[in-house]
T-cell receptor
Framework: SQTIHQWPATLVQPVGSPLSLECTVE??????LYWYRQAAGRGLQLLFY??????ISSEVPQNLSASRPQDRQFILSSKKLLLSDSGFYLC???????????FGSGTQLSVL | AQKVTQAQTEISVVEKEDVTLDCVYE???????LFWYKQPPSGELVFLIR??????QNEISGRYSWNFQKSTSSFNFTITASQVVDSAVYFC?????????????FGKGTSLLVTP
């Protein structure tokens, strides 16, 4: 069966520090991968998506970047965090297009 | 422009009441897909339903039912005889053929509180 792992679950980082959130999927090949952010009291905002290794598309200009070094690994990074980067980050995967997304358990990031 | 609108920010009901969560969407595509997800306090999103634009039949799954009406671009979700465990944030989402990676475009969610 397919599973998605996302870590860490919570993270507190000072402003200006770097960030690396990792997501891995097991039990499937060539998934579409997504990073969403949920700010407090708001909906889910698509940040990045990837349809293959090394293929990253950005939806929102921001302080963040994403990489897909392996087929089932998706990494969200930042060189210098801003206060506005605080939020709940969710990784998701799907097989094919217009299919349902399977979400990870999320990372609560607090930038202080 | 917001493609999925969930006008109800918060709803509070007493257990056993029926409750309907509204979802209005906007698209120019003839082929699209609509979804509902549940986000309990734990934070993980739980898939509830996926419906394509060519299937307007209403669907019922236990206490859950969905009313899809293309004429009003709505995909409403009803919980019958609500229970405390239904308390969560519910998201409606749209996936179109023309958008980014066919990713789901979410509404801002409706927070449902069911009290005993």
């Amino acid at each position: 069966s397919q599973t998605i792992h996302q870590w860490p679950a919570t993270l507190v980082q000072p402003v200006g520090s770097p960030l690396s959130l990792e997501c891995t999927v097991e039990g499937t090949s060539n998934p579409n991968l997504y990073w969403y952010r949920q700010a407090a009291g708001r909906g889910l905002q698509l940040l990045f998506y990837s349809v293959g290794i090394g293929q990253i598309s950005s939806e929102v200009p921001q302080n963040l970047s994403a990489s897909r070094p392996q087929d089932r690994q998706f990494i969200l990074s930042s060189k210098k965090l801003l206060l506005s980067d605080s939020g709940f980050y969710l990784c998701a995967w799907s097989v094919g297009f217009n299919e349902k997304l399977f979400f990870g358990s999320g990372t609560q990031l607090s930038v202080l | 422009a917001q493609k999925v609108t969930q006008a109800q920010t918060e709803i509070s009901v007493v257990e056993k009441e029926d409750v309907t969560l509204d979802c209005v969407y906007e698209t120019r595509d003839t082929t699209y897909y609509l979804f509902w997800y549940k986000q309990p306090p734990s934070g993980e999103l739980v898939f509830l339903i996926r419906r394509n634009s060519f299937d307007e039949q209403n669907e019922i799954s236990g206490r859950y039912s969905w009313n899809f009406q293309k004429s009003t671009s709505s995909f409403n979700f009803t919980i019958t005889a609500s229970q405390v465990v239904d308390s969560a944030v519910y998201f409606c989402a749209l996936s179109e053929g023309s958008n980014s990676g066919y990713a789901l475009n979410f509404g801002k969610g409706t927070s449902l509180l069911v009290t005993p």
